[in-house]
Each structure stands twice: as structure tokens, then as C-alpha cells.
């Protein structure tokens, strides 16, 4: 099964609205990270937040992290049609000692002009 | 400026062949990866290399073989190419090779089998 599961699969808001993603995870954590995907490109790091911290701002970008609940937000504010792309929580995992990340499925934003 | 690039973009093979792609970064990182992203948009890590060293193997047919002539490069093989290959692969660098580390992800490379 996947670490990280993104929720919803794909969202669709108007322009000026603020939009709300959701990853959950399934075991323990040091760091959790948001990247987007803009169609046809490769993914872009957004947002680092670690497990000792709830919550964190970056612009336009708020994310939010509960580890006791396993899951994570991330929200945009005042969207704009640039913000059309997906959006992949991922978490650290270690793999034999080291360590790697492990992308949940993503959220389809939709930003409607 | 291009941080991390790959080529070709786009790979149009038949069943059976063979073909490479490559990477490189001119961020001065030490550790490269090879991720697999399919149909559904689900990205998995195939594998990662720390200064020209395998770190990371995860559960990959022995037809897939990376190789680093330099910890600036980080370049993939396939072997006899199935449908199931089908899929873009991305290419990313990180500094060190921790998860916590930010990774920077190249354009991808469109892979279809025919």
C-alpha cells in the first residue's frame, strides 16, 4: 500500500478561492514534504515541515501537520489560474538504513479563471 | 539554466528493444535518483546513487541498470523494453541523501513501448 495517500484525488475551485488538500500516511516520520506538478514537467518542491512542528507558512502556502493523526494539509490561498497543477505530499521512509522519500497520489487542482 | 535535465524528452520504442536515458545536474549535489511515475500519476523511487555509489535498489526488474560515471550524472538502461514500461521517468538530485533533504526533479522523459 501507499505511505501517502492524497485527498481529494482532484479538486476544482474558482480563481480567488482558497483550496484545501489532505495526505495521510501510515508509519512514523521525521519530515513530511509538499511538491506540485504542473502538466507535462517535473515536480517542484514546495514545502518542508517536520515531525516536531504543526504548522507552516510559505507565501500563499499553509501547511498543517498532526502526527498523532498521521496527516497533513496543505492550503492555498487566494488561488490563482498558475496554481492549476498536482499536488504530491511526501514522507521519509528509511530503506536499509537509508533514507528515501515515498510519494502518496496526488491531488489534481483545478483553478477555474 | 537547467539545473537537472534529461534526455531524450520523449522515447517511442518497440517491444524488446533496448534504450537509455540520461541525466544531468549542475547543482553540485551528491545524490541522484530514478523515479518511475505511471499512468495514475503515482510516483515510486527506482533508485538512488550517493557519489557514484548505490544506495538505493528498490524491487526493480535487473533489466532496468543505472550508472554513474560521475556523481553528476546518473544515467539509465533498459533492457529488452516491455509494455509494461510504458511510463515517465524523472530523474532528481538532492545535497545529501537524507529525506529531509529537498529534491530537485529534472522535466522526465516520456517512455512509450510499443
Known amino acids: 500500500s501507499q505511505q501517502g495517500e492524497e485527498d481529494p484525488q482532484a479538486l476544482s475551485i474558482q480563481e480567488g478561492e482558497n483550496a484545501t488538500m489532505n495526505c495521510s500516511y501510515k508509519?512514523?516520520?521525521?519530515?513530511l514534504q509538499w511538491y506540485r506538478q504542473n502538466s507535462g514537467r517535473g515536480l517542484v518542491h514546495l514545502i518542508l515541515?517536520?515531525?516536531?512542528?504543526r504548522e507552516k507558512h510559505s507565501g500563499r502556502l499553509r501547511v498543517t501537520l498532526d502526527t498523532s493523526k498521521k496527516s497533513s494539509s496543505l492550503l492555498i490561498t487566494a488561488s490563482r489560474a498558475a496554481d492549476t497543477a498536482s499536488y504530491f505530499c511526501?514522507?521519509?521512509?528509511?530503506?536499509?538504513?537509508?533514507?528515501?522519500?515515498?510519494f502518496g497520489t496526488g491531488t489534481r487542482l483545478t483553478i477555474i479563471p | 539554466d537547467t539545473a537537472v535535465s534529461q534526455t531524450p524528452k520523449y522515447l517511442v520504442t518497440q517491444m524488446g528493444n533496448d534504450k537509455s536515458i540520461k541525466c544531468e545536474q549542475n547543482?553540485?549535489?551528491?545524490?541522484m535518483y530514478w523515479y518511475k511515475q505511471d499512468s495514475k500519476k503515482f510516483l515510486k523511487i527506482m533508485f538512488s546513487?550517493?557519489?557514484?555509489?548505490?544506495?538505493i535498489n528498490e524491487t526493480v526488474p535487473n533489466r532496468f541498470s543505472p550508472k554513474s560515471p560521475d556523481k553528476a550524472h546518473l544515467n539509465l538502461h533498459i533492457n529488452s523494453l516491455e509494455l509494461g514500461d510504458s511510463a515517465v521517468y524523472f530523474c532528481?538530485?538532492?545535497?545529501?541523501?537524507?529525506?529531509?533533504?529537498?529534491?530537485?526533479f529534472g522535466p522526465g522523459t516520456r517512455l512509450t513501448v510499443l
Open positions: 532528481a538530485s538532492s545535497q545529501v541523501v537524507v529525506g529531509t533533504d529537498t529534491q530537485y
Open positions: 508509519t512514523s516520520i521525521n519530515n
Open positions: 515541515i517536520r515531525s516536531n512542528e
Open positions: 511526501a514522507t521519509d521512509a528509511k530503506d536499509f538504513g537509508n533514507e528515501k522519500l515515498t
Open positions: 547543482l553540485g549535489h551528491d545524490t
Open positions: 546513487y550517493n557519489n557514484k555509489e548505490l544506495i
